[in-house]
């Protein structure tokens, strides 16, 4: 590429999970695009600010989860909407790229798209899985879509809608083997125990999820305790205001959760060195689960919404999963638990299960590998290709 002039990518990353997808891609980006500079502007989170990237307005303000929580929050949403666009119209960058939060985002692309802006959104919306009448809907809002897993290809191909598997970030970043040691020892120089069994608690990222699943995976790790004294509980919390909340819902449950205060370590981020470091992990459905996963680790997948959310979404869904590692495999590997059998005795018997069956474990880390293989595309490096490619037409 001859042209010296700065190449410009307008983005918006919708919460902790998108900036962790996003910063990957971002990363493959700058280098593909040498000796060019590459600017890069938009919503984002700390990973992406880290790399240089401009945040108009934090990732955090737009991790909203649920049919409810979206309506109360849609005023704020839709001026900050507006004011994106306004703002990618004036700048105009060479290309937009949408990282996941597709119900904010398509109405983005497509506003840009009309104004002549060329669009490319990463992650697709789970059209596999429920709500397919976006097809159409995306079909208006991209140029082009970057798949994360391979059997959205054919769906994307019957639509007619230019698409390109470019293999999960993740993948790439996460070893086959981790070095489960070197992470325990990092958690330990954090606070957390050296010894005994670890289990991880992963309530998900969002203010709306932890208020709704946060709870009952502390009850969990309570009734474990109970039972199972010798282990000891670790919880990363994404953000800074996630930390407090968990405080604050650890603090609710009084004199009952005194014990679970001593085995339990509360702490911000190094979610990986948690999953590398741990023997199982009780998790919330959504990209921890597939991250759980990629470290081979054992889990159960569990979540909980309000309950008009709830039945929304189970009259729109597809599929017998909702956890990305049974989606994959197209079976049930790991046990779930879903709104009213989220229970306690139910995930905490559940967890010491996945513990105690050594052969269960191997086998699981086996199909985890298969899953991690096919996922390890070189994502950074295929998106940048696709990217540029649609930036210099």
Same mark, same amino acid.
């Given at each position: 590429?001859?042209?010296?002039?700065?190449?410009?990518?307008?983005?918006?990353?919708?919460?902790?999970?998108?900036?962790?997808?996003?910063?990957?891609?971002?990363?493959?980006? %700058?280098?593909?695009?040498?000796?060019?500079?590459?600017?890069?502007?938009?919503?984002?989170?700390?990973?992406?600010?880290?790399?240089?990237?401009?945040?108009? #307005?934090?990732?955090?303000?737009?991790?909203? $989860?649920?049919?409810?929580?979206?309506?109360?929050?849609?005023?704020?949403?839709?001026?900050?909407?507006?004011?994106?666009?306004?703002?990618?119209?004036?700048?105009?960058?060479?290309?937009?790229?949408?990282?996941?939060?597709?119900?904010? $985002?398509?109405?983005?692309?497509? !506003?840009?798209?009309?104004?002549?802006?060329?669009?490319?959104?990463?992650?697709?919306?789970?059209? #596999?899985? #429920?709500?397919?009448?976006?097809?159409?809907?995306?079909? /208006? /809002?991209?140029?082009?879509?970057?798949?994360?897993?391979?059997?959205?290809?054919?769906?994307?191909?019957?639509?007619?809608?230019?698409?390109?598997?470019?293999?999960?970030?993740?993948?790439?970043?996460?070893?086959?083997?981790?070095?489960?040691? %070197?992470?325990?020892?990092?958690?330990?120089?954090?606070?957390?125990?050296?010894?005994?069994?670890?289990?991880?608690?992963?309530?998900?990222?969002?203010?709306?999820?932890?208020?709704?699943?946060?709870?009952?995976?502390?009850?969990?790790?309570? #009734?474990?305790?109970?039972?199972?004294?010798?282990?000891?509980?670790?919880?990363?919390?994404?953000?800074?205001?996630?930390?407090?909340?968990?405080?604050?819902?650890?603090? !609710?449950?009084?004199?009952?959760?005194?014990?679970?205060?001593?085995?339990?370590?509360?702490?911000?981020?190094?979610?990986?060195?948690?999953?590398?470091?741990?023997?199982?992990?009780?998790?919330? %459905?959504?990209? !921890?689960?597939?991250?759980?996963?990629?470290?081979?680790?054992?889990?159960?997948?569990?979540?909980?919404?309000?309950?008009?959310?709830?039945?929304?979404?189970?009259?729109?869904?597809?599929?017998?999963?909702?956890?990305?590692? $049974?989606?994959? /495999? $197209?079976?049930?590997?790991?046990?779930?638990?879903? &709104?009213?059998?989220?229970?306690?005795?139910?995930?905490?018997?559940?967890?010491?299960?996945?513990?105690?069956?050594?052969?269960?474990?191997?086998?699981?880390?086996?199909?985890?590998?298969?899953?991690?293989? %096919?996922?390890?595309?070189?994502?950074? &490096?295929?998106?940048?290709?696709?990217?540029?490619?649609?930036?210099?037409?």
């Amino acid at each position: 590429m001859t042209d010296a002039r700065p190449l410009s990518l307008g983005m918006v990353v919708g919460e902790s999970s998108g900036d962790l997808l996003a910063s990957a891609l971002l990363r493959g980006l %700058s280098d593909q695009a040498a000796p060019r500079f590459l600017k890069s502007f938009g919503i984002g989170g700390p990973r992406l600010v880290e790399q240089g990237f401009q945040s108009w #307005w934090p990732a955090e303000s737009l991790a909203v $989860n649920g049919y409810l929580e979206v309506l109360q929050a849609y005023p704020r949403l839709w001026l900050m909407r507006r004011d994106l666009i306004h703002q990618m119209c004036d700048v105009r960058p060479d290309v937009f790229l949408g990282v996941d939060a597709p119900d904010f $985002n398509l109405g983005v692309e497509t !506003a840009l798209r009309r104004a002549g802006i060329r669009t490319v959104h990463f992650v697709s919306p789970s059209i #596999w899985a #429920w709500r397919r009448e976006r097809v159409d809907r995306i079909r /208006a /809002a991209v140029d082009h879509m970057l798949l994360v897993f391979p059997f959205e290809r054919a769906i994307y191909q019957a639509a007619g809608i230019p698409a390109t598997y470019v293999g999960h970030p993740l993948a790439d970043q996460i070893p086959l083997n981790p070095d489960r040691h %070197s992470a325990r020892h990092r958690l330990a120089a954090s606070g957390v125990p050296a010894g005994g069994p670890l289990i991880a608690l992963l309530p998900g990222s969002r203010g709306g999820e932890v208020r709704h699943i946060g709870p009952v995976f502390l009850e969990t790790a309570i #009734w474990i305790l109970e039972r199972r004294p010798e282990f000891q509980f670790v919880l990363p919390a994404a953000t800074p205001n996630l930390y407090r909340a968990l405080q604050q819902t650890l603090l !609710a449950l009084g004199r009952r959760a005194d014990r679970l205060r001593e085995r339990l370590s509360l702490i911000q981020g190094q979610s990986h060195d948690v999953l590398a470091a741990s023997a199982v992990t009780l998790v919330a %459905s959504g990209t !921890a689960s597939l991250e759980a996963a990629l470290f081979g680790l054992p889990m159960v997948i569990a979540y909980r919404m309000h309950p008009l959310n709830y039945r929304v979404m189970r009259r729109m869904a597809y599929l017998p999963w909702i956890g990305l590692p $049974n989606i994959l /495999a $197209n079976e049930s590997l790991v046990p779930e638990f879903v &709104q009213d059998a989220a229970v306690p005795a139910l995930m905490g018997q559940s967890v010491i299960d996945q513990h105690d069956d050594l052969i269960g474990r191997a086998r699981l880390r086996e199909r985890f590998a298969e899953i991690h293989a %096919s996922l390890a595309q070189g994502c950074a &490096q295929r998106s940048a290709e696709v990217l540029l490619d649609i930036a210099c037409r």
